[in-house]
């Protein structure tokens, strides 16, 4: 690689390293207050109603931003061309969307007061689909420090707001309300830095140019709604045929995987427009840097795997305390998730920057498909331990069809 990519590569990746040690520890320290006020009950209440609306939110973006940041990360100058259409799309498929989750809310099995919440969560989910597109603008730009900021003050809002919020009432309702302020503040400031790389705001609702744009993003909009059913479905699953209680059991072992996720976070966020523009201007610096990449995050995920399952009772304990011990053994199964949730990362990266997104959609398709299958079956019959199977067997599939799929780079030597 050369020293002015690794440089911009690790100025980017400190950005991000830092927003998101921060980040964490407050999510963390979030959660860890509303566990201990509310227990299990109210952490699997509070996890259906953003996992729901996530899992919903299917027809937001149709695959359109993830192409445009890919197709800007390529040609800057196609920045101006794009932009008004796409935000006239995207503004367009926001509103659908939350229509559909009002439409769909209205017949779930929910006391009303959640139903309330998801509606409210949905109506920001709004700004928050439309604002990703300007931090797709920063990232084609390999900006990332904007965004950090933007998550950190978010971040700092939920523990601090959020958490006196939740420590005066001891209420779901008004904490989810703090949360989503906090939400369309970082969804504000998304935008208002991401303006800096754009000339002239325009929004075109041109239905011609759409199709043709929906032609060339389909293939993301598989891969992101195989992704979403691949992340989501187990909670929602959990909620709708065990309850609250199993729900809260198994996020509060997801939580402490999930803090582990910001490292393949952070290299895939400084990689990925990198990796698009090097795939036109320099194949060989793009193998190396996928190697390194791919060694870097096998390494830290055995690591993982070895922390998670040695601390796990330890670290059940410590943040979330002896009511939920039982997530103990759901800790340790998920535990051998983490080596192939960071290849399979990597994998999606490095294919869709390369023109390769076809073959990952197949692959998503088929483990996201698996993981619904795996998720019912394991799920009635063993609860949230079931539901961190399927989370396992559905990742190590995935990353098998990564390794398997034709023109892995590391697959070749490099010469």
């Known amino acids: 690689m050369t020293e002015s990519l690794k440089t911009r590569l690790i100025k980017n990746a400190g950005w991000l390293f830092g927003a998101e040690i921060i980040s964490k520890v407050l999510a963390y320290g979030v959660i860890v207050i509303l566990s201990r006020t509310l227990g299990p009950d109210g952490l699997g209440q509070y996890s259906f109603i953003f996992y729901y609306v996530g899992l919903l939110g299917i027809f937001r973006d149709l695959g359109v931003g993830y192409y445009f940041m890919r197709e800007v990360a390529r040609d800057k100058g196609r920045l101006k061309e794009l932009l008004p259409d796409v935000l006239g799309l995207k503004i367009v498929l926001a509103v659908i969307n939350f229509l559909i989750i009002v439409g769909i809310t209205l017949f779930l099995p929910k006391p009303e007061w959640i139903k309330v919440l998801i509606v409210?969560?949905?109506?920001?989910?709004?700004?928050?689909?439309?604002?990703?597109?300007?931090?797709?603008?920063?990232?084609?730009?390999?900006v990332t420090k904007y965004e950090a900021i933007a998550r950190t003050v978010e971040r700092f809002w939920a523990f601090f707001v959020g958490g006196a919020v939740l420590y005066i009432f001891k209420s779901l309702p008004p904490f989810i309300i703090a949360l989503l302020t906090g939400y369309t503040l970082r969804?504000?400031?998304?935008?208002?830095?991401g303006l800096q790389f754009v000339d002239e705001l325009r929004v075109r609702f041109r239905p011609e140019v759409w199709k043709n744009l929906l032609m060339k993003s389909y293939p993301f909009w598989f891969i992101g709604l195989f992704t979403l059913i691949y992340y989501r479905t187990d909670m929602v699953m959990l909620s709708l045929l065990r309850g609250d209680y199993e729900t809260g059991i198994y996020r509060a072992a997801f939580t402490l995987i999930e803090v582990s996720l910001f490292i393949p976070n952070i290299v895939i966020s400084t990689t990925m427009p990198s990796m698009s523009r090097l795939w036109k201007e320099d194949r060989k610096t793009l193998e190396v840097l996928f190697k390194k990449s791919f060694q870097i995050l096998l390494?830290?995920?055995?690591?993982?795997?070895?922390?998670y399952y040695t601390l796990a009772r330890i670290g059940i304990l410590f943040v979330f305390g002896e009511k939920f011990l039982p997530s103990v053994p759901v800790l340790r199964i998920l535990a051998f998730a983490v080596p192939f949730m960071f290849l399979n990362s990597l994998f999606g990266s490095y294919m869709n920057a390369t023109g390769k997104e076809l073959t990952f959609t197949k692959i998503t398709g088929f483990t996201a498909l698996l993981n619904v299958v795996l998720n019912y079956v394991l799920i009635l019959n063993y609860?949230?331990?079931?539901?961190?199977?399927?989370?396992?067997?559905?990742?190590?599939?995935?990353?098998?069809?990564?390794?398997?799929?034709?023109?892995?780079?590391?697959?070749?030597?490099?010469?």
Do not use: D, K, N
């Not at 969804?187 to 830095?193: A, P, Y």
């Not at 390494?299 to 922390?307: H, P, V």
């Open 120 to 142: 409210l969560a949905g109506a920001e989910a709004i700004l928050t689909w439309i604002s990703l597109l300007f931090t797709y603008i920063m990232y084609s730009h390999e």
């Open 187 to 193: 969804e504000l400031l998304r935008i208002r830095w």
């Open 299 to 307: 390494l830290i995920g055995l690591l993982g795997t070895a922390g």
């Open 383 to 415: 609860g949230a331990e079931g539901a961190a199977v399927a989370t396992v067997v559905s990742q190590g599939v995935a990353t098998i069809g990564g390794l398997l799929s034709e023109g892995m780079p590391i697959t070749r030597r490099t010469h």
